[in-house]
């Protein structure tokens, strides 16, 4: 596993806030969708809600990686050496997990 903890910002620092506030409506309507199970809501009710939280959380995701992109791999790139192969590589199966999920 690599080290994710850096003496730097990250690219996403700017936009914490929005993230955070986003991560927290994700998190609201997971606890919305454990209730329509209990209540025994409509399946197509439920799998409606379950797309939701998958797009939302798929939208966060890109989020992060294009700031990953901009900030932390052309950074690295510009810098060159180990460090960019690396950033280089870590966006790479970012980007694949994201496709497969």
Same mark, same amino acid.
């Given at each position: 596993?690599?080290?994710?903890?850096?003496?730097?910002?990250?690219?996403?620092?700017? *936009?914490?806030d929005?993230?955070?506030? *986003?991560?927290?409506?994700?998190? %609201?309507?997971?606890? %919305?969708?454990? *209730?329509?199970?209990?209540?025994?809501?409509?399946?197509?009710?439920?799998?409606?809600?379950?797309?939701?939280?998958?797009?939302?959380?798929?939208?966060? %995701?890109?989020?992060?990686?294009?700031?990953?992109?901009?900030?932390?791999?052309?950074d690295?790139?510009?810098?060159?050496?180990?460090?960019?192969?690396?950033?280089?590589?870590?966006?790479?199966?970012?980007?694949?997990?994201?496709?497969?999920?």
């Amino acid at each position: 596993m690599t080290d994710t903890t850096h003496e730097h910002h990250h690219g996403y620092i700017h *936009r914490k806030d929005d993230y955070l506030r *986003r991560l927290r409506r994700i998190e %609201g309507q997971a606890r %919305g969708l454990q *209730r329509m199970v209990e209540e025994e809501k409509y399946c197509i009710d439920i799998l409606t809600q379950i797309s939701a939280i998958t797009k939302a959380l798929q939208s966060v %995701g890109l989020g992060l990686l294009e700031e990953h992109l901009g900030h932390c791999v052309a950074d690295a790139a510009s810098t060159g050496g180990s460090d960019a192969q690396l950033k280089l590589k870590e966006a790479s199966d970012a980007i694949a997990r994201l496709v497969r999920s």
